[in-house]
């Protein structure tokens, strides 16, 4: 049972551009998700004590649930590190309990998120983001999500 999982990407882009990806709301919709979700919701407060909700929605083939989440940011260093505890909420930010929308007994109720930012060139970024939680029997699920995530935002750079 994973404990932590991790994906790291290199984009040819600027540092300040991946950066954004988790900053702009309309960003953040573009790749927010696995393969087939939309992100119907990001309302973003980015910064130290902030909470963003953002959503994430199966299409109707999946059941069409959409899926909401906060992140708490406790700490943000410019172009270097974004550091998070992501919640499941309802619909206005409120944390729930993950069995509540349908997910296991063991998901886990809170998620550290660590992504961080490396300039490899002036438009080369090499970003890695790290979840650390009890994801027990979701473990693979949460790894090919945040993999599925990724590669949606690479094509924002393409």
Known sequence: MA???????????????VWAVWTDPDLVMR??????FSAPVARMD????????VSMKAPPEMGGQQYYSIWRYVRIELHQTIE?????????????DPTSVGMPPDFPPDIRTIVSFEEIAPRETRMTVKEYAE??????????????????????FA
């Not at 790749?31 to 087939?36: A, N, S, V």
């Not at 998070?84 to 729930?96: A, C, E, I, R, T």
């Not at 693979?140 to 990724?150: D, V």
Request: net charge positive.
């Open 3 to 17: 404990k932590q999982i991790e994906v790291s990407r290199t984009f040819e882009a600027p540092i300040n551009l």
């Open 31 to 36: 790749w927010w998700g696995p393969k087939h």
């Open 46 to 53: 980015f910064r130290v004590g902030g909470t963003s909700l």
């Open 84 to 96: 998070f505890m992501q919640h499941l909420s309802d619909s206005k930010g409120n944390p729930v």
């Open 135 to 156: 994801f027990a029997s979701m473990s693979h699920f949460a790894q090919l999500g945040l993999e599925q995530s990724i590669e949606k935002m690479a094509a924002i």
